[in-house]
Nanobody
């Protein structure tokens, strides 16, 4: 059973930093693109950052220059370094992965979410 497990959320003051981590576990054959999404109350879920298997990245305009996505393919990990945090970054952050399991089935997986709260 493939699972994505996030960690690293919490409460931080505006201007501070947090680093989110996501571990892919289970019967994994390969991992394609991975990403971080967020869902704030009253808003639609949005893509924050994505990274391909070879390291190409993309970011939401609202986080460019402040957030950095990275991955460790050997450890099956993806990270989101968040700097210069703003109150509007407050949301539940979800890890997402396009993963092929050992049976050869390709599916879209989601983590359970981790809360990030930025106080002003």
């Amino acid at each position: 059973q493939v699972q994505l497990v996030e960690s690293g959320g919490g409460l931080v003051q505006a201007g501070g930093s947090l680093r989110l981590s996501c571990a892919a576990r289970g019967g994994i054959f390969s991992i394609n693109a991975m990403g971080w999404y967020r869902h704030a109350p009253g808003k639609q879920r949005e893509l924050v950052a994505g990274i391909t298997s070879v390291g190409a990245t993309k970011y939401a305009d609202s986080v460019k220059g402040r957030f950095t996505i990275s991955r460790d393919n050997a450890q099956k990990m993806v990270y989101l370094q968040m700097n210069s945090l703003k109150p509007e970054d407050t949301a539940v952050y979800y890890c997402n992965g396009d993963i092929v399991d050992r049976m050869g089935f390709k599916s879209d997986y989601w983590g359970q979410g981790t809360q990030v709260t930025v106080s002003s």
